[in-house]
């Protein structure tokens, strides 16, 4: 069971939140303007690592808000969790 | 709200009016450590705003007499009514007296012209109040908030999971005293489980 700090409410246990997968994805400016296998990489494509990895996570059984978490896929450790629209710590893009 | 012949508590069935009646003596076993009971119907008003407007604050401390809680898990108006439980960063859920249905008007009438929402959720959720010694420790078994004194204290409030039912968790005092504001259809359910979880320590039924 992770406990994850949600960055309203403080530390939560992991059963009061859901995770809705890789963060960060970006949807096409101009949906028109890309190809077929363009849109689908956007839709259904996503990264596996085995390691450092950014997932969105939301507060469904608190705040309700949905915010990132910065996790290591392997020993779970979460380095961060920041709010919806603010840089990935470590991230200097 | 419905209307009022159509009113019913969701535990109505349950005749904890009688059980409270039973007189403390008559009650087999001495210390009671959980003490239950169903709060009578409040009315209760969704409210989502920007709290990091002047103009949001001030017109709801207008009508309520103090502004949202910006801190999160916290809960505005002490131990009476109105008060004001926050849910999330643009969201709270205000408290007031049954009777008192000018609340809801006054605050939409205040709020008409920003961008804000007020909705009136009083039969959405039934209040069930969890006292005595052995309160802390019943709310431990069934859910995973840290409510240990130096954690959790009187006027701190959250939404949380409680034997998977979807709470609110509300300590009114040290005591403790909590409100525990559940859907209506899960109101049975959370009462059963309470008392089976506070049977250990004694349970008694109050009005
Ligand atoms: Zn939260």
Redesign the interface.
């Known amino acids: 069971m992770l406990l994850i700090p949600c960055p309203?409410?403080?530390?939560?246990?992991e059963?009061?939140f859901a995770c809705g997968g890789e963060a960060h994805i970006a949807r096409p400016a101009d949906p028109d303007a890309v190809s077929d296998a363009e849109w689908a990489d956007y839709l259904f494509m996503r990264t596996n690592p085995k390691g450092a990895h950014r997932e969105r996570w939301v507060h469904v059984?608190?705040?309700?808000?949905w915010f990132n978490v910065a996790r290591h896929t392997v020993t779970h450790d979460i380095s961060a969790a920041y709010k919806v629209g603010e840089k990935p710590p470590g991230d200097a893009s | 709200m419905a209307d009022a012949y159509l009113r019913q508590s969701p535990l109505a069935h349950l005749g904890l009016a009688a059980r409270a009646a039973i007189p403390p003596e008559d009650i087999e076993g001495t210390e009671a450590g959980v003490v239950l009971c169903e709060r009578p119907a409040r009315h209760q008003i969704g409210l989502r705003g920007d709290a990091r407007r002047p103009a949001f604050r001030a017109a709801v401390k207008g009508v309520l007499g103090f502004a949202p809680p910006a801190k999160?898990?916290t809960a505005a108006g002490g131990t009476g009514l109105p008060r004001a439980l926050w849910?999330?960063?643009d969201?709270w859920l205000v408290v007031t007296d049954d009777d008192d249905a000018a609340t809801v008007a006054d605050l939409s009438e205040a709020l008409a012209r920003q961008h804000a929402h007020v909705v009136d959720l009083s039969d959405a959720r039934a209040v069930i109040g969890l006292a005595g010694a052995g309160a802390r420790d019943v709310l431990m078994k069934g859910c995973?908030?840290?409510v240990h004194r130096r954690a959790f204290g009187p006027g701190r409030c959250?939404?949380?999971?409680l034997a998977r039912a979807?709470v609110i968790v509300h300590q009114i005092t040290q005591a403790p005293d909590y409100d525990l504001y559940v859907q209506r259809s899960f109101a049975e359910y959370l009462w059963a489980w309470l008392e089976d979880a506070g049977t250990e320590y004694g349970v008694r039924v109050t009005a």
């Open positions: 309203w409410c403080g530390r939560r246990d059963s009061e059984h608190g705040c309700g808000r | 999160a898990t849910l999330g960063p969201e995973t908030l840290d959250t939404r949380t999971l979807q």
